[in-house]
Nanobody, 111 residues
């Protein structure tokens, strides 16, 4: 059974940084593309960043230059390094892989 567990969310001031983690089990992790999504309060879920099994990355325009997605296949974990955080980055952040979702981790950025 595939399981994804996100962690690392917190309350941070604008301009600060956080690193989110997505730990996977129950799949051949290294073969899977992993996607970070977020859902701001009262809004629809949106794609944040993608990393393929080959390590290629893609980002939403709103986070380019500030966020970095990476993976450690030995630890079955994908990371989202978030720098220069803005209040509009406030959201519940989810990871997705192999058609499965984690429960999310809350990021709140105060102004």
């Amino acid at each position: 059974q595939v399981q994804l567990v996100e962690s690392g969310g917190d309350l941070v001031q604008a301009g600060g940084s956080l690193r989110l983690s997505c730990a996977a089990s129950g799949m051949i992790f290294s073969r899977n593309t992993v996607i970070w999504y977020r859902q701001p309060p009262g809004k629809q879920r949106e794609l944040v960043a993608t990393i393929t099994n080959g390590g290629s990355t893609n980002y939403a325009d709103s986070v380019k230059g500030r966020f970095t997605i990476s993976r450690d296949n030995a630890k079955n974990t994908v990371y989202l390094q978030m720098n220069s955080l803005k209040p509009e980055d406030t959201a519940l952040y989810f990871c997705n892989a192999a058609l499965s979702w984690g429960q999310g981790t809350q990021v709140t950025v105060s102004s």
